[in-house]
């Protein structure tokens, strides 16, 4: 719950973000609006910010399982999560394991294509810019982060991916693609940050071939596929059935 110790730092498209009474923990509050193309297209899905708090905290906790840091310390109610405050990397880190969205646009490839090994790709996190895709070089160049952590982010999101990719898979759902985004704790070190959920994954339901009706994730919003509520009510449940 809001109260008067909770200042906001910071309102993003999905999330609002709170200080606490503890200087290095953050309250994140998940919201129902919905963004697409950089926001040019608008919505609300009925209970998102409830259904994407869950699956990312039970995410975050498999993945803490499994060794990966994370900035998650305990889910609050069905929308609040208390974190880890981090600085965040302005970089989106995007992993491909099959083709769909941007790259099938911008590259030619048939949607569904396999890609191995999967694809690691930095997108500047920037609306005004519209989220540029990067070259090491521009990275560097804007000084937004140093080659080390450059490699460090690419091994520690290829080992999310290999346990994420499993997990879903017991899930009889298919990690198509997703979005990280990584911080630096007080110490320096590098932690998994924002979210896991239908809205920064591609999900496709392993038990339907149909190329609409097998779509689990935002594409249902961004393609207006309708039964978006329903769809990530799928994930939810799926997830929540399913420990590593
Ligand atoms: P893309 O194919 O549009 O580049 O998206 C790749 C993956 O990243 C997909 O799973 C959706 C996710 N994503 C976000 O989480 N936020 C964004 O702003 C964008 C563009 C993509």
Redesign the pocket.
């Known amino acids: 719950m809001i109260t008067t110790h909770h200042k906001k730092l910071y309102e993003g498209k999905a999330k609002i973000l709170y200080s606490t009474e503890a200087a290095d923990v953050l309250l994140s509050v998940f919201k129902d609006d919905a963004t697409a193309f950089n926001a040019q297209k608008r919505g609300t899905i009925q209970g998102k910010g409830a259904m994407n708090c869950t699956i990312s905290s039970h995410l975050f906790q498999q993945l803490e399982t499994a060794g990966i840091p994370t900035h998650f310390i305990e889910q609050l109610s069905e929308t609040e999560m208390h974190v880890k405050a981090v600085s965040i990397i302005p970089i ?1 880190v ?1 992993i491909r394991n099959l083709a ?4 099938c646009k911008q590259t030619g490839l048939e949607l569904g294509t396999l890609i191995s090994p999967p694809l690691v790709e930095l997108y500047y996190k920037n609306d005004e810019l519209g ?1 540029p895709l990067l070259t090491l070089d521009r990275l560097l160049l804007m000084k937004l982060a140093t080659s080390e952590q450059v490699a460090q982010l690419a091994a520690m999101a290829l080992k999310i991916n290999d346990i994420l990719t499993s997990f879903f898979q017991e899930c009889g759902i298919t990690l ?4 990280l985004e990584f911080g630096l704790d007080h110490n320096q070190q590098l932690i998994l940050a924002d979210e896991i959920s239908p ?4 999900l496709w339901n392993q038990s339907e071939t149909d190329p609409s009706r097998r779509v689990m ?2 594409d249902r919003f961004r393609n207006d596929l309708g039964e978006i509520e329903s769809a990530y009510q799928q994930v939810m449940q799926r997830v929540l059935a399913h420990s590593l």
Not at 176 to 179: G, I, L, M, R
Not at 199 to 202: A, G, K, L, M, Y
């Open positions: 989106e995007v769909a969205g941007s790259l989220d198509v693609d997703f979005k809205d920064t994954c591609r994730d935002k």
